[in-house]
Each structure stands twice: as C-alpha cells, then as structure tokens.
C-alpha cells in the first residue's frame, strides 16, 4: 500500500509564501491522482488542489486558485504545493492524499491520506 509523508508546514506571516512536500512510498503507482485538502479549526476538511501524476493536469479550489501551485516530480514521488501571498484565513492543517475514485474535489474520493502539517499564518 502506499504510505504518504507531509513536511514544509510552519508559521508564516501573511503574504509571505510556503511549500508543502508530499512523499509517497510503496504502491505510489495505485493513485494517478493526487491531491492536497486543509482542515482549519472547527471546519470541514476542504479541496485545496490536486495532480494527475501521467498527464499533468491540475484541479484547484477557486479560494486558492492563482495563489497555490501543485507539481510533482515522478522521479521522487513527490507532490509539491506551492503557496504564495498567504492569508491569515489559509490556517489549517493540510493533509496530502491519493485519489481512489469519484470526484477529485470530495475528500470522500481519496483512500490514502498523510498525518498532515500545520500551516498558520499570522496578520
């Protein structure tokens, strides 16, 4: 099975920019999409974005879209997101996740989720 790790989390102050990794190891081959969703405090988890890993296209939530970035680079089985001009409302633990079947904007759609990052940004 594939197991996904997250880094790159931390605090940051608005405007400023950060990238979260995702590290797939295992059966990486077994989800073609790849996706990263955020949780902030009393929230439902969300769709931030999310990779085909063999045809490169990508999905994004309109809350982030021309502010976040997501690649990856199949050489390391890595998922990137980049996040730039960063808002206090962005706070959240972000969690990287591999899609199983259905919609690539519903959590419900994903069968491998990582333990997640925290990312806080400050006013």
């Known amino acids: 099975h594939v197991q996904l790790e997250e880094s790159g989390g931390g605090l940051v102050q608005a405007g400023r920019s950060l990238r979260l990794s995702c590290a797939a190891s295992?059966?990486?081959?077994?989800?073609?999409?790849m996706g990263w969703f955020r949780q902030g405090s009393g929230k439902e988890r969300e769709f931030v974005a999310a990779?085909?890993?063999?045809?490169?296209?990508?999905y994004y939530a309109d809350s982030v879209k021309g502010r976040f970035t997501i690649s990856r680079d199949n050489a390391k089985n890595t998922v990137y997101l980049q996040m730039d001009s960063l808002k206090p409302e962005d706070t959240a633990v972000y969690y990287c996740?591999?899609?199983?079947?259905?919609?690539?904007?519903?959590?419900?759609?994903?069968?491998?989720w990582g333990q997640g990052t925290q990312v806080t940004v400050s006013s």
């Open positions: 295992g059966r990486t081959f077994s989800h073609n999409v």
């Open positions: 996740a591999g899609h199983g079947s259905g919609s690539y904007y519903s959590a419900a759609s994903y069968s491998t």
């Open positions: 990779i085909s890993w063999s045809t490169i296209r990508t």
